[in-house]
């Protein structure tokens, strides 16, 4: 039993990633269809965390199209067509100016997220030596190995956002929430063996 609890929190530990935050270059915000994570970037944009915010998103590959917003729909009722811009609505109507906001609409999975941001960053050429991942809790350390791996060069710290109740205390007493996190489990190793193979 004692070892099957050290597992479960050594699990805990790895997927929840919650760092301290610094002054940063750029906040990114990967899509979905909840308005928390690009909440949670506009407040740090506000704190004076960075001065640019890059929400990068098309849609889910398995859905091949906006599913549409999964909370707080009457205060975000527009007619979004991608995650990015149902995104910027969010940032918008969360006070931050149009000028702020880059654009990446064209990614339909997390390792794309970060591939295009990098791409948008690089044409902007703004140097990011310092940056902010906005994420769901659970998603926490695959997208972060995701972004790390497109920039190696930058300090990546993840300021995560509690999207469906699933938490690093309460995760492994739902059936939602183990099959969530172990599915995180189960992703990380398949894909990115499957990287590694390509290298």
Known sequence: MREYQEFMKRAADFIFV??????????FVPGNGYPQNAERAAQLYHLGYAPYILPSGRYSITAGEFSGVLVN?????????TEWEFMKDVLIKNGVPE??????????????NAIYSRQVTDATGIEIKKAILC??????RRALMYYELLYPETEIRVSPSCTDSITK???????????????????LFKQFSLMLDKR
């Not at 919650?18 to 906040?27: C, H, M, V």
């Not at 000028?99 to 390792?111: R, S």
């Not at 994420?135 to 926490?140: D, F, G, L």
């Not at 205390?169 to 992703?187: L, P, Y």
């Open 18 to 27: 919650d760092d301290e935050l610094q002054k940063s270059d750029i906040i």
């Open 73 to 81: 729909k009457e205060k975000y009722n527009g007619d979004y067509e």
């Open 135 to 140: 994420c769901k809790s659970y998603h926490a």
């Open 99 to 112: 000028q702020a906001i880059l654009c990446e609409e064209h990614a339909t999975f997390t390792y794309e």
């Open 169 to 187: 205390e309460n995760w492994n007493q739902s059936e939602e929430g183990i099959d969530s996190v172990t599915g995180e489990i189960q992703r």
